[in-house]
């Protein structure tokens, strides 16, 4: 039995448009409000943590909805279908708020951006969860880790997509001196993205055909379903167990603070520190990117051979470095120069070396039935993480000066380290035996 590689990057193309989606907003975003509207960093802050807020109840909302609908064209379709929709409307229609307050300033234009970004994040909320669980309805159980694999790295795809697109829509030659940036082209871009990819996911997976012939094919496996060993699926875990996911819960909320806080206020920081412009930042970030895609299979070597704690731990130490190393180059620099670049790279190695062993290492401390549930820990601390850090880092900044964002990052993700020296449980001596523990013998 193979994984069909070819269906697998069709299902993905949801996950593409979602990323690029996510990146253009981190960048974009902070930059209007701040730039245009003229709100401080907190209640920028308060604006750029809300999709985090609205996630944590819409994603489980929507995903436990869709798995009781039936239609035509499937249980997850409707959803990534009428989501995308919306979102495309929505989202061409920010600029225009942006812009005319730019032309004449009201509050009611305010009003009017801030409730329509809230209606853009509700209609992302709708088809992220279908989206996702697309590709286990039509995945046998045995290949949705290497499955999984593709679906991020069409995820990382979609981020470099969107990043390249900034990078030569918005140079510095092109923005600087700019009393405002029209960002209209570039929203109309990315959502002719979104459109275009879920339509080819439409026209291409047969979502009902396709979920009839997994359901008829695992029933032919009885053993795939693992959750049925664990009798009464009421585990409880010893205390050293418990004790070591929580120091590991911990540490997941403090990188995702550190590291996001960067993510999030990167493109702002760039400009007020350095006065570069969000071409040059985007491209920036993409190395970064970059640099965690082709660290994925060095990385799985590495964990295979030290242990996944031992190279988040290496991850931690790299990633605060580099976050040092960022504040000195930042603020002594006017320019991109190549040791920035270098930094970056390492950046998105370390951040590989953390991001791909740890959510390995919570499910590790689980039976099969409880997977989802010890799921839900992973993403509950990390999107809280992203909840705090846009409003934290952002008071921060306007309180004591936008220069404190590296070593603010850099302070949170030493405490992740330190935290990791209580986690003695979770690891594995083979895992992730190949790269990303989901490239796994992708060989097909």
Known sequence: MKLNNKRTILVG??????????????????????????????????????????????????????????????????????????????????????????????????????????????????????????????????????????????????????????????????????????????????????????????????????????????AQHPEWNLAEDDGSGHETLPPAVKKSLGFLLASIALWFIGYNGVTTWFTTYASQVMGMGLGESSRILMVATGGAIVSYIPIGIIASKLGRRKTIRMGCILLAVCFALCYVLTTSMTKITIIMYVVFVLIGFAWAAINVNSLPMVVEMCKGSDIGKFTGYYYTASMAAQVVTPILAGTLMRQIDYKVLFPYSAVFIALAFVTMTFVRHGDAKVEAKKGLAAYEDMDD
Not at 117 to 122: D, G, S
Request: net charge positive; with cysteine; charged share 10%.
């Open 13 to 218: 193309l949801a996950f593409l448009t979602i990323c690029a989606f996510w990146q253009m907003y981190d960048n974009v975003v902070p930059m209007i409000l701040t730039n245009t509207f003229h709100m401080n960093e907190t209640v920028s802050g308060v604006i750029m943590g809300a999709d985090n807020v609205l996630a944590l109840f819409l994603l489980p909302f929507f995903g436990s909805l869709s798995d009781k609908a039936g239609t035509k064209i499937g249980k997850r379709m409707p959803f990534i279908l009428f989501g995308t929709g919306c979102a495309v409307i929505l989202m061409n229609i920010l600029p225009l708020f942006d812009n005319g307050y730019f032309a004449a300033p009201s509050n009611a234009k305010i009003i009017s951006f801030v409730v329509t970004l809230a209606l853009l994040l509700i209609a992302m909320g709708v088809y992220r969860s279908p989206a996702v669980a697309l590709m286990p309805d039509v995945t046998p159980k045995p290949l949705r880790s290497k499955a999984n694999a593709i679906i991020n790295l069409m995820g990382a795809v979609g981020g470099i997509i969107y990043l390249g697109i900034a990078a030569v829509m918005y140079p510095k030659s092109k923005t600087a001196g700019l009393d405002h940036v029209n960002y209209q082209p570039l929203f109309m871009i990315v959502s002719a993205i979104m459109f275009v990819g879920v339509g080819i996911l439409f026209l291409t997976v047969k979502e009902p055909k396709l979920v009839e012939e997994n359901k008829a094919l695992e």
